[in-house]
């Protein structure tokens, strides 16, 4: 069962963050989330906090990126690879997530007009040493999440902004 995420008031003002998987918020402020996440993965590897085979799936996801040129390389590994959430309230209000249940983690920012945005985590495969996006189409479909979903809307639907957060679980 997914944890509900506690409301946190500093998101909704201009920043940049990234939660990790036990669900610790990560702010940086007057960065770019690529210069976070890369600030970030440089600490964990100067730190050694980084397991051998985590180090070996970063160096092929950095192989893999430079061949192809895309634009957020550590930001996207953290996400896709790592599981990490990424925060973002400076122009739009929006969470992407690789979670099973993003509307029951997220559940009191979803209310507070947080848009989610989910997309499929990536593994690496040692085997073949390749990495892998998981695209399961019922997991994709939580029917329980959909019914979180759904109350939010119903609250949003009748309930004002200002009155949302008595309805915070």
Partial sequence: MTKILQFDENLLSNVRAFINPNGKIIYFQDKTHEQMAKDYLDYLIQSNSLLK???????????????????????????????????????????????????????????MDFEIIHTFPINFNFQTNTFERENNEFVSMNYSDREIEEEINDIKKHILKKDRSLFFK
Avoid: G, M
């Fill in 53 to 111: 085979d985590d180090l070996l799936i970063l160096k092929q996801w950095i192989n893999l990126y430079q061949q192809k040129h895309y634009k957020d390389l550590y930001a996207d590994f953290l996400i896709l690879v790592c599981h990490f959430d990424k925060v973002e309230s400076i122009k739009q209000k929006t969470i992407t997530t690789t979670i099973l249940e993003p509307y029951t983690r997220f559940y009191n920012y979803y209310l």
